[in-house]
């Protein structure tokens, strides 16, 4: 599958029982590499944050590809290797304090949309683990540092690199 607008939440229940967010998927960004590579299903679900439109690329187009042109194999080493990085980062933080979790979700985010990010208090929430409330708290801690600023349905990075500094992200 290939995104065409919008954007996904890869998500995937945790042994324990706990949606932990893999990693977010934007537009012109394929989600599912490594199954069409592996012919193995990948037990996690694609939540629509927005309206999205996708367009599924047929597994045998994309073996074909990769036969005949080397960049494009590249390419798509890359990405999944970049995916794998971010699912494994995913699950390493689950168990974070809260602080460290939002921190890598903020950090993380801001990779893919910039230093202003279209998201709301409830689905950083959802991404860090933590109920709305703790999520609140959190922003507004990091608010007070001045660190970001939020608006309704989006969240502002002020001082990325000395956030990131922070953190521990840098």
């Known amino acids: ?55 599924q ?27 794998i990085r971010e699912m494994e980062l995913a699950y390493a933080i689950a168990y974070d304090h809260v602080e460290q979790r939002i921190a890598h979700v903020l950090s993380r985010l801001s990779d893919d949309f910039g230093t202003t990010l279209p998201f709301t208090h409830k689905e950083i929430a959802e991404m860090g683990g933590t109920a709305l409330e703790t999520s609140i708290r959190v922003l507004s801690k990091m608010k007070r540092r001045g660190w970001l600023s939020v608006k309704r349905g989006q969240i502002s990075l002020l001082k990325p690199a000395e956030f990131k500094k922070a953190v521990g992200l840098a």
Do not use: N
Request: aromatic letters at 10%; a positive charge; proline letters at 5%.
């Open 57 to 83: 690329i047929p597994r045998a187009l994309i073996q074909d590809l990769i036969k005949k042109y080397p960049l494009f194999a590249e390419g798509i080493v890359a990405f999944c290797c970049k995916r």
């Open 1 to 55: 599958w290939f995104i065409l607008s919008g954007w996904i939440r890869l998500v995937k229940q945790s042994p324990q029982g706990r949606a932990v967010t893999l990693f977010v998927a934007t537009a012109r960004e394929p989600i599912s590499g490594v199954s069409a590579l592996s012919f193995e299903r990948y037990g996690a679900t694609a939540v629509a944050a927005t309206q999205v439109r996708v367009v």
